[in-house]
């Protein structure tokens, strides 16, 4: 929305149904940090995706396997999360020319494209094929999409993209806050238990018998 901007003397009205748009949706985007579903700093699992998809040289299977004996020496996840913050600045890495590894929370990210970035789609469609809105919960990194220029007229149209963007999230959020209440009352009840980071791999094959929600950004069991 940069044209925006550098027109609105011309045009007023641009300008203000911009700043209105960025209110609320700024509004929307705190109400999903709240629930969990976006996290304003990046998480653990994000920043492994973006250290090895950018650098291609550090598997994530490594970095699974450092964390999991990080946790058995005792570290926390915020001091392991330190560690690969660390090593996504390293500059020693060898890049290549141009990139970088993104460290942005999924918030952050959310905010600065999602005035005409699609998002609703991977929310709704993990393969990005169809436009329905808020056709299931986040999965993965759902945000860990290189954003790329083009030449071409945006398709949609940025204003039909603002809208199914936040109603995408306030839909997804809802619906995670109701199913971490719901796991908190059978946690406390004994009905249920949290599942370790370690144990999760093998958690995801046992069906119905483990539900997932999202609890700062980052998916758990």
């Not at 291609?56 to 999991?68: D, N, P, S, T, V």
Request: no cysteine.
């Amino acid at each position: 929305m940069q044209l925006a901007k550098e027109i609105e003397i011309d045009f007023p009205i641009i300008k203000k149904v911009y700043d209105e748009y960025q209110e609320f949706n700024n509004a929307i985007l705190d109400y999903a940090v709240q629930t969990g579903i976006l996290s304003e700093e990046i998480t653990i699992n994000q920043l492994i995706e973006n250290i090895t998809r950018t650098t291609k040289k550090i598997k994530k299977k490594q970095l699974e396997k450092l964390r999991i004996e990080a946790i058995d020496n005792g570290f926390t996840d915020e001091q392991f999360r330190q560690e690969l913050l660390t090593l996504a600045n390293d500059t020693n890495l060898n890049l290549p020319e141009g990139k970088k590894i993104d460290i942005r929370g999924t918030a952050e990210i959310w905010r600065d494209n999602s005035d005409y970035y699609p998002f609703y789609r991977k929310m709704a469609d993990d393969t990005i094929q169809g436009p329905a809105v808020a056709g299931g919960f986040l999965s993965g990194n759902p945000l860990g999409i290189e954003i790329k220029g083009s030449k071409k007229a945006i398709e949609p149209e940025p204003l039909e993209v603002m809208a199914r963007n936040m109603q995408s999230i306030i839909s997804a959020a809802m619906k995670n806050e109701g199913l971490s209440r719901l796991m908190a009352v059978y946690e406390e009840g004994g009905l249920a238990k949290k599942i370790l980071p370690k144990d999760q791999k093998e958690a995801r094959n046992m069906g119905s018998d483990v539900i997932s929600v999202f609890e700062n950004g980052e998916k758990i069991y």
